[in-house]
């Protein structure tokens, strides 16, 4: 599985954004699609979560209530839309896959590149 992230960008706080991820392959939707975020001098983090069905989705606390995760089987796609951002929102945000539906970032297989996200104050 590739996946390919896009739509960080500059933001100011309180703003929206809304991320994409495409997979190739014919078996997205047999994976569990995450998003997870990394700050500059911190480990990476988990940010969401949704199943294959895409029905039952996992937030984070610091995010639960203004992020959505969403996904397309039809387009091979996930999204993130983002809504009240704040400057502890910046950071680059990765998705990824993987068989199991979890946060550990260690059971995730394959990756995005990463799409940075920067939130103004």
Same mark, same amino acid.
């Given at each position: 599985?590739?996946?390919?992230?896009?739509?960080?960008?500059?933001?100011?706080?309180?703003?929206?954004?809304?991320?994409?991820?495409?997979?190739?392959?014919?078996?997205?939707?047999? *994976?569990? @699609?995450?998003?997870?975020?990394?700050?500059?001098?911190?480990?990476?983090?988990?940010?969401? *979560?949704?199943?294959?069905?895409?029905? /039952?989705?996992?937030?984070?606390?610091?995010?639960?209530?203004?992020?959505? /995760?969403?996904?397309?089987?039809?387009?091979?796609?996930?999204?993130?839309? @983002?809504?009240?951002?704040?400057?502890?929102?910046?950071?680059? *945000?990765?998705?990824?896959?993987?068989?199991?539906?979890?946060?550990?970032?260690?059971?995730?297989?394959?990756?995005?590149?990463?799409?940075?996200?920067?939130?103004?104050?």
């Amino acid at each position: 599985v590739q996946l390919q992230a896009s739509g960080g960008g500059l933001v100011q706080a309180g703003g929206s954004l809304s991320l994409s991820c495409a997979a190739s392959g014919q078996t997205f939707s047999k *994976y569990v @699609m995450a998003w997870f975020r990394q700050g500059s001098g911190k480990e990476r983090e988990f940010v969401a *979560y949704a199943n294959g069905g895409g029905r /039952i989705t996992l937030y984070a606390d610091s995010v639960k209530g203004r992020f959505t /995760i969403s996904r397309d089987n039809a387009k091979n796609t996930v999204y993130l839309q @983002m809504n009240g951002l704040n400057p502890e929102d910046t950071g680059v *945000y990765y998705c990824a896959a993987a068989r199991v539906a979890t946060s550990d970032k260690e059971a995730y297989d394959y990756w995005g590149q990463g799409t940075e996200v920067t939130v103004s104050s």
